[in-house]
Protein backbone atom coordinates (compact mmCIF):
# COMPACT_ATOMS: atom_id res chain seq x y z
CA UNK A 1 0.00 0.00 0.00
CA UNK A 2 1.18 3.29 -0.72
CA UNK A 3 1.51 6.57 1.77
CA UNK A 4 -1.36 8.34 -0.21
CA UNK A 5 -4.56 7.12 -0.39
CA UNK A 6 -8.08 8.08 -0.62
CA UNK A 7 -9.94 6.86 2.36
CA UNK A 8 -13.85 6.53 1.53
CA UNK A 9 -16.40 6.22 4.34
CA UNK A 10 -19.74 5.01 4.01
CA UNK A 11 -22.42 4.59 6.86
CA UNK A 12 -26.14 3.75 7.28
CA UNK A 13 -27.67 4.29 10.48
CA UNK A 14 -30.98 3.65 12.03
CA UNK A 15 -32.67 5.73 14.70
CA UNK A 16 -35.45 4.89 16.87
CA UNK A 17 -35.88 1.75 13.73
CA UNK A 18 -35.64 4.77 11.01
CA UNK A 19 -32.96 4.33 8.47
CA UNK A 20 -31.24 7.49 8.07
CA UNK A 21 -29.95 8.22 4.22
CA UNK A 22 -27.22 6.60 3.52
CA UNK A 23 -23.72 8.99 3.95
CA UNK A 24 -20.15 8.78 1.77
CA UNK A 25 -17.22 10.28 2.73
CA UNK A 26 -14.33 10.60 0.65
CA UNK A 27 -11.10 11.89 2.23
CA UNK A 28 -7.19 11.95 1.12
CA UNK A 29 -4.84 11.02 3.35
CA UNK A 30 -1.46 9.05 4.66
CA UNK A 31 -0.98 5.39 5.44
CA UNK A 32 1.64 3.53 7.21
CA UNK A 33 2.13 0.38 9.00
CA UNK A 34 3.98 0.52 12.13
CA UNK A 35 4.50 -2.25 15.31
CA UNK A 36 2.02 -4.59 13.81
CA UNK A 37 -0.64 -1.90 12.88
CA UNK A 38 -2.36 0.10 10.12
CA UNK A 39 -3.09 4.02 10.22
CA UNK A 40 -4.34 5.97 8.04
CA UNK A 41 -4.47 10.33 9.04
CA UNK A 42 -6.85 12.20 7.45
CA UNK A 43 -8.68 15.66 7.70
CA UNK A 44 -12.40 16.05 8.73
CA UNK A 45 -15.11 18.73 8.28
CA UNK A 46 -17.70 17.64 10.32
CA UNK A 47 -21.52 19.17 9.54
CA UNK A 48 -22.36 21.19 12.82
CA UNK A 49 -18.92 21.93 13.71
CA UNK A 50 -16.32 25.12 13.03
CA UNK A 51 -12.72 24.13 11.61
CA UNK A 52 -11.11 21.30 10.33
CA UNK A 53 -10.98 17.61 13.03
CA UNK A 54 -7.60 15.65 12.66
CA UNK A 55 -8.83 12.13 12.46
CA UNK A 56 -6.83 9.03 13.01
CA UNK A 57 -7.59 5.56 12.59
CA UNK A 58 -5.32 2.63 14.12
CA UNK A 59 -6.63 -0.67 13.05
CA UNK A 60 -5.59 -4.55 13.17
CA UNK A 61 -7.94 -7.23 11.52
CA UNK A 62 -10.09 -7.22 14.44
CA UNK A 63 -9.95 -3.85 16.63
CA UNK A 64 -10.29 0.03 15.46
CA UNK A 65 -9.46 2.81 17.19
CA UNK A 66 -10.69 6.63 16.13
CA UNK A 67 -8.60 8.75 17.68
CA UNK A 68 -10.04 13.04 16.67
CA UNK A 69 -8.27 15.99 17.96
CA UNK A 70 -9.26 19.81 17.01
CA UNK A 71 -12.61 21.26 16.90
CA UNK A 72 -14.18 17.64 18.03
CA UNK A 73 -12.12 15.49 20.12
CA UNK A 74 -12.06 12.14 21.12
CA UNK A 75 -10.84 8.42 21.40
CA UNK A 76 -13.09 5.91 20.16
CA UNK A 77 -12.54 1.59 20.19
CA UNK A 78 -14.44 -0.91 18.28
CA UNK A 79 -13.65 -4.20 19.45
CA UNK A 80 -15.36 -7.47 18.43
CA UNK A 81 -18.30 -8.20 21.00
CA UNK A 82 -17.01 -5.62 23.14
CA UNK A 83 -18.63 -2.36 24.86
CA UNK A 84 -16.11 0.63 25.55
CA UNK A 85 -16.83 3.84 26.90
CA UNK A 86 -15.88 7.55 24.81
CA UNK A 87 -16.44 11.18 25.95
CA UNK A 88 -17.04 13.09 22.96
CA UNK A 89 -15.76 16.57 23.18
CA UNK A 90 -17.17 18.99 21.29
CA UNK A 91 -17.77 22.97 20.93
CA UNK A 92 -20.73 22.23 22.71
CA UNK A 93 -19.54 19.91 25.98
CA UNK A 94 -18.57 17.02 26.69
CA UNK A 95 -21.10 13.82 25.23
CA UNK A 96 -20.51 10.71 27.21
CA UNK A 97 -20.98 7.51 25.37
CA UNK A 98 -20.63 4.05 25.07
CA UNK A 99 -19.87 1.78 21.86
CA UNK A 100 -21.01 -1.97 21.49
CA UNK A 101 -19.23 -3.83 18.85
CA UNK A 102 -21.06 -6.29 17.35
CA UNK A 103 -18.63 -7.61 14.42
CA UNK A 104 -15.73 -6.11 12.96
CA UNK A 105 -15.44 -7.73 8.75
CA UNK A 106 -12.20 -7.04 7.32
CA UNK A 107 -10.55 -8.05 4.08
CA UNK A 108 -6.93 -6.82 3.42
CA UNK A 109 -4.82 -7.31 0.08
CA UNK A 110 -2.01 -5.77 -1.18
CA UNK A 111 -3.60 -2.94 -3.13
CA UNK A 112 -7.02 -2.29 -0.69
CA UNK A 113 -7.94 -2.59 2.77
CA UNK A 114 -12.12 -2.78 3.25
CA UNK A 115 -13.10 -2.77 6.95
CA UNK A 116 -16.82 -2.89 7.87
CA UNK A 117 -18.10 -2.08 11.69
CA UNK A 118 -21.64 -2.87 12.97
CA UNK A 119 -21.78 -1.29 16.27
CA UNK A 120 -24.63 0.13 17.99
CA UNK A 121 -24.46 3.82 19.93
CA UNK A 122 -25.55 4.67 23.59
CA UNK A 123 -25.47 7.35 25.56
CA UNK A 124 -27.23 7.13 29.81
CA UNK A 125 -27.54 3.20 28.72
CA UNK A 126 -30.02 4.04 26.02
CA UNK A 127 -29.59 3.01 22.19
CA UNK A 128 -28.98 6.09 19.83
CA UNK A 129 -28.78 4.48 16.78
CA UNK A 130 -27.39 1.10 15.19
CA UNK A 131 -24.55 1.86 12.03
CA UNK A 132 -22.83 0.01 9.87
CA UNK A 133 -19.75 1.78 8.34
CA UNK A 134 -17.65 1.14 5.94
CA UNK A 135 -14.01 1.68 5.57
CA UNK A 136 -12.50 1.41 2.17
CA UNK A 137 -8.66 2.48 1.74
CA UNK A 138 -7.06 2.67 -1.60
CA UNK A 139 -4.02 3.80 -3.10
CA UNK A 140 -4.72 7.45 -4.05
CA UNK A 141 -3.51 6.27 -8.13
CA UNK A 142 -6.33 3.38 -7.92
CA UNK A 143 -9.08 5.25 -7.16
CA UNK A 144 -11.80 6.26 -9.91
CA UNK A 145 -13.71 9.20 -9.45
Known amino acids: MTKEIILTISGLHVTDGETDDPVEVLSPGQYY ?43 MVFQKQQEH ?3 YQTPMGPLSISLYTEDIISDFTEERMNLEIIYSLKTEGIVI ?17
Open 33 to 75: FKNGKHYVVYDEVMEGIDGVVKSTLKFTEDQVELFRSGAASTR
Open 129 to 145: TESTVRLDICPKELKEF
Open 85 to 87: MAV
